[in-house]
């Protein structure tokens, strides 16, 4: 069922993970997508697995705002206008507040905040009426945990952002909303720089904490995107969770 037949997407960190998903179900729809990924290898493979006409992978920083405006004027050149925007790129690092150095605060914001921001500014003039943007932001943004400050911060300020756009944008019927994950199972389990044994311990607390007790599928997080983004057409500024009940303290009965 080609349900995005003749729309067009831009899916910001597309190349894996929950950006991939949600560029396979827009393919499967009938969308032309142009995604984008910072990471030589994941670029390349997600150009071997899509091999479509209609994606069109893209190698772009979203820390460089040269970058983003070059981006924006390839999405122009390629698709004139647009019907979605996903903002998927983020980074985040398992370092407690004690050890957050201004390297590593810049990097969380530049990434998680800055790029998202700017991506949308420069491409919101070519988003047709009554299209959608969805930011990916975090269960983190409204939680607090040391490990995790400068993402939590981050993506806090990705929240607020995202509700600033969809009323500057809400005159041209353009929504804009936020999906939340909380542990979901993708390649790097969203925390980058942890070994193989440090992931497992990871993926077995996301279990344990999780009232549904089990992890996310990027599938069900692509699911969530996409209503947003296309179905859910009287809503925005709204923050959806996709997290098997743990940001809301859901008690499991003995």
Do not use: W
């Amino acid at each position: 069922m080609e349900n995005y037949a003749g729309k067009k997407a831009v899916v910001i960190g597309g190349t894996h993970g929950m950006g991939l998903a949600v560029v396979k179900k827009l393919l499967k729809g009938g969308a032309e997508v142009l995604l984008t990924g910072n990471n030589e290898r994941n670029v390349e493979a997600a150009e071997r697995e899509l091999a479509s006409e209609a994606a069109h992978v893209v190698r772009s920083d979203m820390r460089s705002l040269a970058q983003i405006e070059q981006l924006a004027a390839t999405v122009a050149d390629r698709f004139g206008t647009i019907d979605f925007v996903h903002y998927n790129a983020g980074l985040a690092a398992l370092e407690p507040f004690e050890l957050v150095t201004e390297e590593s605060y810049d990097l969380a914001f530049d990434i998680n905040t800055k790029g998202a921001f700017f991506t949308v500014q420069k491409l919101a003039s070519i988003i047709n009426e009554g299209g959608g943007v969805v930011f990916t932001s975090s269960v983190a943004d409204v939680g607090g945990t040391s490990a995790l400050v400068t993402y939590s911060g981050a993506k806090a300020a990705v929240l607020g952002l995202a509700r600033g756009i969809a009323g500057a944008l809400i005159p041209r019927k353009i929504r804009v909303n936020v999906v939340c994950p909380g542990f979901i199972d993708t390649p790097t389990m969203g925390i980058v720089g942890l070994n193989n044994e440090e992931r497992a311990a990871f993926m077995e607390t996301g279990d344990r904490i999780t009232p549904m007790k089990r992890h996310g599928s990027v599938d069900e997080v692509a699911d969530a995107v996409l209503f947003l983004g296309f179905d859910a057409t009287y809503t925005t500024g709204e923050r959806l969770t996709v997290d098997g009940g743990i940001s809301q303290s859901i008690e499991i009965p003995a």
